[in-house]
C-alpha cells in the first residue's frame, strides 16, 4: 500500500470537489454528531488523536474539519513518520 498515492489521491478528489463523508467513513460520521459535513473542535473532543492533532487536521484554520481534511489527518496518523 503507497500511503503518498493514497494522500495525493485525496488531495486530488478534494480539489475536484468530489470527497464526501461517506469516502472518509464511519469515524467521519461518527464524530460529525450533529451532521453538518464538518467536525467542530467541540466535537473534535470525543477523538482524543483529533483533538490533540486539532492545528495539523484544520489545515485551513477555518475551525472546522471537513471530511477532505478528516481523511488527511487520518492518512497523516498512520504514516510511518506521522507528520
Ligand atoms: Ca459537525
Ligand atoms: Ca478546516
Do not use: H
Not at 461518527?30 to 483533538?51: H, M, Q
Amino acid at each position: 500500500m503507497n500511503k503518498k498515492t493514497i494522500l495525493q489521491s485525496a488531495a486530488a478528489l478534494a480539489a475536484a470537489g468530489f470527497f464526501t463523508a461517506a469516502v472518509a467513513g464511519d469515524a467521519f460520521s461518527k464524530l460529525d454528531t450533529n451532521a453538518d459535513g464538518a467536525i467542530s473542535s467541540e466535537e473534535a473532543t470525543a477523538s482524543e488523536a483529533l483533538y490533540r492533532g486539532w492545528e495539523s487536521a484544520d489545515a485551513n484554520q477555518d475551525g472546522q474539519v471537513d471530511a477532505a481534511e478528516f481523511s488527511a489527518f487520518e492518512a497523516s496518523m498512520s504514516a510511518p513518520e506521522g507528520k
